[in-house]
């Protein structure tokens, strides 16, 4: 078994110890309680209310277009203040967030510690630049095993003081950057796969403002 799957496995053990699961699927209502697939939610938006702090929210397979009605743009937003939660798609690679006409897929607010996403396929639409952001004071971000894909941009974009602490098994298709980092520290960048860049590097860093950044074991390949 490779290391990347034994991990994305560990990750749902681990969770599932000491935090509250609920669920989302296709066949969801926001409606439902969210605290089993039969009660599930039916978009990963409705757990930014419907779950809080050390929380494990499970994502069944299938496409999802997210919409977030208190915000200036339609795109899944991971609020503030929920510490030790973890976004996991169900099965891996079969979960697809697209970001539609946004101008992001994910946004992680202020204060979301400890917050892992594992597993999702993050696909860009038309109009977005970026994958995956944070914005300043986001602390202890893990992205585990997720493919990041066609963003006009980057895949991941840690250039807003966020603290982004982990980077593992991720492959980055056909975006500007693979990731662009500034004003980031303590992060480990290690097993990803970066392919197809659009136009630039797969990496950029900014000189004096990233900070014991350790980064190994990735592959990069362009067939141009």
């Given at each position: 078994m490779k290391k990347g799957a034994l991990l994305f496995i560990l990750l749902i053990c681990i969770a599932s110890v000491n935090a509250t699961t609920y669920y989302v699927s296709k066949n969801g209502a926001d409606t439902n309680g969210g605290t089993s697939w039969a009660d599930s939610w039916l978009t990963i938006n409705k757990s930014n209310i419907g779950a809080g702090a050390d929380t494990l929210i499970l994502v069944g397979d299938g496409l999802y277009i997210e919409s977030y009605s208190a915000g200036s743009a339609d795109y899944l937003y991971l609020e503030r203040n929920y510490a030790n939660r973890t976004l996991q798609a169900q099965n891996q690679s079969m979960v697809t967030i697209n970001g539609s006409s946004a101008s992001r897929v994910i946004r992680a607010q202020p204060n979301a510690n400890n917050l892992t996403i594992t597993g999702f396929v993050l696909e860009g639409g038309g109009s977005t630049s970026s994958c995956v952001s944070g914005i300043a004071g986001?602390?202890?971000v893990y992205l585990i095993n997720n493919t990041?894909?066609?963003c006009t941009v980057q895949g991941l974009d840690m250039t807003t003081l966020s603290i982004w602490k982990n980077i593992t098994g991720n492959t980055f298709i056909n975006t500007n950057?693979?990731?662009?980092?500034s004003g980031n520290n303590n992060t480990v960048i290690?097993?990803?796969n970066f392919s197809n860049s659009l136009s630039e590097r797969a990496m950029r860093f900014n000189e004096g403002r990233s900070v014991n950044i350790t980064?190994?074991?990735n592959k990069f390949y362009d067939p141009d």
């Open positions: 986001t602390g202890g990041f894909q066609n950057y693979g990731l662009v980092s290690e097993q990803n980064i190994k074991n």
